[in-house]
């Protein structure tokens, strides 16, 4: 039987045009028995809901309207009357992670497959100022609040009957579907104080620059009488997150609370570098006097959390401090320990940095932006996930969107489903991407459902190349931070994306059995292979130095890509590894990569090590990507920071998982197995590489599964012992073999030490 069609449901007072708005609904709904229920929860920007009074759910995941996919909780609930209340802000603007949408709300509410009617009331929520400062320009509004004038409508007890019913909206989206991946989870987490004292004003009126005033106050009075207390926290690391905080306050005193990924003079400054724009980082409450929750509804990234009270401080009284993080992944179920603590401790910290960077979609940062960009999902991203967690969907569903978002002339797009964004690298790289996620899982429907999506993407590609290759102006052509152009008419390295893209796209084509398209794309790829051959031709026939004409980038796509003939293999090595060494964090006098347009060819970044270390490590030169790991990420990790720089440079956002690709890669050689779900379930190539590091032990994930592989090697002077156990069985292709072995239970081999090196 067909479902009902949606109905999304709006407050008659609160004009859809509004912006920066919030509305309540409640919910009531009568139970005969004890039941287990199923809330199926929409809405066109942020909500949150609370069921009985208690926290239960948020959302939505970001969508497109064509496609907007309903999230699904359960809760088992005693026999009589309930209510579930909703709050939704109404943005009004375009964010990173929505496109601006008439608001509604949308919820049913089902048991053993049973609608169950409720009685919606609603109303606009006092209490708000809408012409608050927006966090910044790629997200919404901080939150500025008298909750003098907020009623506690959140509990079954209060009395809606002065509230009105919601009214039936129209609203123009496609079909309503479940959410693909799971929930995003909700992490209750105890604080920890840094630093607590007392407070005076020095700053303006208070919404003159809040952030400034906020930042201004004089927290070691001396001269002044205090106006009010303050205490400063450390949650670990860059979190999404919002605190939860109940304290026993007169009326009327002001809370305020602001983030920071690192501490500014020792201070938490709630300003986001890099916004483009003005920033405001904090919220601001007035309280309604005796013990309060303070619970803003939007969470917001940062490691340091600092809330200032004016009040009397004698009558301030701090009963619970605690966050609640929102964050996709619970504890990693892939595990890694080589006997070196900053391997390992990079190790976890790239997990630590993905936990950060995944909610309802992987994204590039909590703090500044909150932004899906292809870069993250379609790249390192998507490897850390898989070394460390059984489940992709995330990936998956951030593919599907870019192609959902793709541009009038197929582009997929670079940043969506809010303020997208087209790159043409990104979009070469998602062709990639979609066929390493097969690799990964196994889940060929994603080739099979995203083939149109490829097509026309390479179709724009065509489009606008010519007898040098790719044209500027297919799209911003995003290589890595700090890189320098070529010159001439085409982007070389964009032109070798777009080759490793049409060699995808080849295999592509034979999986899901289109060998008519598999040629038409060994056609376009021979001719593009030529052009690039004759770029690298004309370096090498000009004499000089040659690789530092066609620098780092472009030397390591075309080595990874296969341009180079054997004799020459070495020499771009040696180079790659001589830039590397001259370069900051390696030379402390290089260049510095201060802020994006500080471009420079003597520049590395974290990013571009998802490229260039494997290459070195497929060569014989894992030793020397170790000490680049320790010597390089082990910087990263000066200053206490937990999660990762975004590039090797401080000035940046601190939290940025793209920037570990060591994890991946640690795991991956120094475990010794690369998931080839792509021939067949639970099948791997055997990829261990050692240098000269004496053992590792830990555990790979399967995509979908609960069970992991367990990997235990040793050495010694001559043999290397290598472990491996499943509770399952799983198909390794050894590189002596000539087909796949079979291992269920405990497998051991030995080898040489030579051939793993």
């Not at 919220?283 to 509804?297: K, N, S, T, W």
């Not at 939007?298 to 809330?307: A, C, H, M, Y």
């Not at 260049?591 to 974290?606: C, F, G, Q, V, W």
Request: net charge negative.
């Amino acid at each position: 039987m067909a479902s009902p069609a949606p109905v999304f449901l709006w407050v008659d007072d609160v004009a859809a045009e509004a912006k920066n708005t919030y509305a309540g609904f409640r919910g009531g709904f009568e139970l005969t028995a004890p039941a287990e229920v199923e809330f199926r929860l929409f809405g066109a920007s942020w909500f949150v809901a609370w069921l009985d009074g208690e926290f239960f759910a948020e959302g939505p995941a970001r969508f497109l309207a064509p496609f907007p996919e309903y999230q699904i909780f359960r809760a088992t609930l005693p026999a009589g009357r309930h209510v579930l209340a909703v709050q939704v802000h109404h943005i009004g603007e375009s964010t990173r992670l929505l496109l601006p949408l008439e608001p509604f709300l949308h919820c049913r509410a089902l048991t053993s497959g049973r609608e169950l009617p409720i009685a919606w009331r609603a109303q606009r929520l006092p209490g708000y100022f809408a012409g608050s400062r927006r966090i910044n320009p790629q997200l919404g509004f901080i939150e500025w609040c008298d909750t003098r004038a907020l009623p506690l409508w959140q509990t079954p007890a209060f009395d809606d009957s002065a509230w009105s019913s919601p009214a039936p909206v129209a609203r123009p989206l496609g079909p309503l579907t479940p959410l693909t991946t799971a929930n995003c989870g909700a992490f209750m987490l105890p604080v920890t104080t840094l630093a607590a004292g007392t407070l005076v004003e020095e700053f303006g009126y208070e919404r003159d620059n809040p952030a400034a005033r906020f930042f201004l106050r004089e927290l070691s009075p001396a001269d002044l009488p205090p106006q009010g207390v303050w205490r400063r926290y450390d949650l670990g690391r860059v979190r999404l997150m919002r605190p939860r905080f109940t304290l026993d306050l007169p009326a009327g005193a002001v809370v305020e609370f602001a983030y920071a990924e690192a501490l500014t003079r020792g201070r938490v400054a709630p300003w986001i570098t890099l916004s483009d724009g003005d920033s405001c980082n904090l919220d601001h409450y007035v309280a309604r006097g005796g013990p309060q929750e303070f619970f803003p509804l939007t969470p917001k990234g940062g490691r340091f959390l600092e809330v200032h009270v004016i009040a009397e401080p004698a009558t301030v009284k701090f009963l619970r401090e605690e966050i609640m993080e929102r964050a996709y992944y619970r504890e990693a179920q892939g595990s890694l320990h080589t006997g070196d603590a900053l391997l390992d401790q990079i190790w976890s910290v790239g997990v630590e940095t993905h936990r950060g960077c995944a909610e309802d979609a992987i994204v590039d940062n909590p703090t500044r932006e909150r932004g899906e960009w292809a870069g993250d999902v379609v790249t390192v991203g998507m490897d850390i996930a898989a070394v460390a967690f059984a489940d992709l969907r995330l990936c998956r569903r951030g593919l599907v969107q870019c192609a959902q978002c793709a541009r009038d002339d197929g582009l997929v797009a670079g940043l969506c489903p809010g303020g997208a964004a087209y790159l043409s690298t990104y979009a070469a790289q998602w062709i990639t991407a979609c066929v390493h996620y097969w690799a990964l899982t196994g889940d060929r429907t994603l080739l099979e459902e995203m083939f149109p999506f490829a097509e026309r993407n390479l179709d724009a590609f065509a489009a606008q190349s010519g007898p040098d290759g790719v044209r500027n102006e297919l799209g911003w052509a995003f290589v890595d931070w700090g890189y320098v152009r070529n010159p001439g008419p085409t982007d070389m390295a964009l032109n070798l994306h777009y080759l490793a893209a049409l060699r995808d796209m080849i295999r592509w084509c034979e999986a899901v059995d289109r060998p008519a398209r598999a040629a038409h794309y060994r056609t376009q790829a021979d001719a593009l292979r030529a052009i690039i051959a004759a770029y690298y031709a004309a370096e090498f026939s000009s004499g000089d130095d040659a690789w530092s004409r066609i620098g780092y980038h472009r030397t390591a796509l075309g080595l990874w890509l296969n341009f180079f003939p054997a004799a020459d293999e070495s020499a771009a090595v040696a180079f790659i590894k001589r830039h590397m060494l001259q370069c900051f964090p390696n030379d402390p006098t290089a260049p510095r990569l201060s802020d994006p347009a500080a471009n420079n060819p003597r520049l590395i970044t974290p990013y571009f090590g998802n490229y260039a270390m494997p290459l070195l490590i497929a060569r014989g030169e894992m030793d020397f990507v170790l000490a680049q790991f320790r010597a390089c990420w082990g910087w990263s990790l000066g200053g206490g920071r937990t999660t990762w720089l975004e590039v090797f440079d401080p000035r940046w956002s601190h939290c940025h998982q793209w920037a570990g690709c060591p994890t991946w890669q640690l795991s991956r050689f120094l475990l010794g197995l690369q998931p080839r779900a792509d021939r067949g379930e639970r099948h791997f190539d055997f990829t261990l590489r050692t240098g000269s590091h004496p053992r590792a032990e830990g555990t790979l994930p399967i995509a979908g599964s609960t069970d992991v592989v367990h990997v235990r090697w040793e050495r010694n002077a001559s043999e290397i012992r290598y472990t491996l156990e499943s509770a399952t069985p799983i198909h390794v292709q050894f590189p002596d073999a000539a087909t796949p072995t079979r291992i269920a239970g405990r497998y051991e081999r030995r080898w040489p030490v030579a051939l793993v090196r």
